[in-house]
Structure formats: structure tokens, C-alpha cells
T-cell receptor, first 112, second 114 residues
């Protein structure tokens, strides 16, 4: 069945790069997304990648997709304390009503 | 434009009580979703709708019912609340085929069942 896995915690120092990893099982994914959730708030779309792409860069964010290994990563350059949040990876499955399968979320803690 | 709104923001229920959560959107999106979020488990899909008058089950539908009588509203009902339904509930909308197929999320409803 469909499954998305993430590590639960990541701690970095301010100014370092953060890399959050995600693996998924369904090879019929169409889009893969990264959402950010701050405490007590809803989900904010950060970036996405279409399944036929290998990489996408958007300012401080770089998404890498390895379709062979079904591995997705989000790199945040020059991480700031304001980046502290929970980051969710999600996949959209082809022809299933656009529904999203989410990972458990990675809590990113940025220390000054 | 308000986007996606959810009512209420917070609610405390006793076991066995019923309630309805309302999701409203002003973006004219066809698709709407209800998710629940529990610690360490990410978001799980409860029910969804691909258009007015239609509903379908997601991953965790038991104990919930939904209705989509109007395109702009998607209601989630709990007929007899249980402590296991304590969670944060998020509604989302989507217009499939537009750009990146982004789902837009509401701010959430925090529900506690005692």
C-alpha cells in the first residue's frame, strides 16, 4: 500500500544547511510536496516537485527526487531560527481524487 | 477572499455526544478533504469529496460521516464521539489540474473528547 516515511527530529545550528529526508512506496506518484507547519497553525505549502523532475530550486530551498530509490529530500540553505517547525512530505497519487498521503513529519529545531 | 475557513476552532465534547464540523471555501474548488492530525502520525485522510453531492472514504473513515450538499461547504459529523477522536481536524480544498495541484488547508479545529 501507500506509505510515506520521515525521520522524526532534526537539530541544526543557525546558518547551517538542513536536509530533511522522505521515502515513499507508490511509484505512481504524480506530485511530491513539502509542507511546513508552525505550532498551532495549519499547513503551508513550501514547494513541490513533479514526478518527472530530479531537482527543483526555489530560493533557499532545494528539492531532490531519486525516483529509483523513491527518495525525496528538502535542503534548506542558511537555516534560520524562523525555520523551526514541523515539515511534512506528501505524495499525490495518480487518479485517486487528488488525495495526499503524508509522512509523520520531521520536527526541525534551529539553535542560535 | 477568506480562502478555507473552519468552524469551530476549538471544542470539548463528552463521550457519546455528537457534533458537526464545518468547512467553507470561497475558491470554487471542486475537491474537498477532511484530515485528522495526531502526534507523530502526520495527517490521515478521513473522507473526501470530488464535487457537490459526492463523498468517498479515506484511510480512517470509521466513526465519521460527511456531506457535501453545497459546493462551498463540506461537513464532518461525529455521531457518538469517543476519546480516540481527540485530534486536530484539517479541511483542505483542491482544483485538480490547476498548476501544481496544491491543496489549500484551513486553520484546523482542535477537538477534545473526554
Amino acid at each position: 500500500g501507500e506509505d510515506v516515511e520521515q525521520s522524526l527530529f532534526l537539530s541544526v545550528r543557525e546558518g547551517d544547511s538542513s536536509v530533511i529526508n522522505c521515502t515513499y512506496t507508490d511509484s505512481s506518484s504524480t506530485y511530491l510536496y513539502w509542507y511546513k507547519q508552525e505550532p498551532g497553525a495549519g499547513l503551508q505549502l513550501l514547494t513541490y516537485i513533479f514526478s518527472n523532475m530530479d531537482m527543483k530550486q526555489d530560493q533557499r530551498l532545494t528539492v531532490l527526487l531519486n525516483k529509483k530509490d523513491k527518495h525525496l529530500s528538502l535542503r534548506i540553505a542558511d537555516t534560520q531560527t524562523g525555520d523551526s517547525a514541523i515539515y511534512f512530505c506528501a505524495e499525490s497519487i495518480y487518479n485517486q481524487g487528488g488525495k495526499l498521503i503524508f509522512g509523520q513529519g520531521t520536527e526541525l529545531s534551529v539553535k542560535p | 477572499n477568506a480562502g478555507v475557513t473552519q468552524t469551530p476552532k476549538f471544542r470539548v465534547l463528552k463521550t457519546g455526544q455528537s457534533m458537526t464540523l464545518l468547512c467553507a471555501q470561497d475558491m470554487n474548488h471542486e475537491y474537498m478533504y477532511w484530515y485528522r492530525q495526531d502526534p507523530g502520525m502526520g495527517l490521515r485522510l478521513i473522507h473526501y469529496s470530488v464535487g457537490e453531492g459526492t463523498t468517498a472514504k479515506g484511510e480512517v473513515p470509521d466513526g465519521y460521516n460527511v456531506s457535501r450538499l453545497k459546493k462551498q461547504n463540506f461537513l464532518l459529523g461525529l455521531e457518538s464521539a469517543a476519546p480516540s477522536q481527540t485530534s486536530v481536524y484539517f479541511c483542505a480544498t483542491l482544483e485538480l489540474g490547476q498548476g501544481d495541484n496544491e491543496q489549500f488547508f484551513g486553520p484546523g479545529t482542535r477537538l477534545t473528547v473526554l
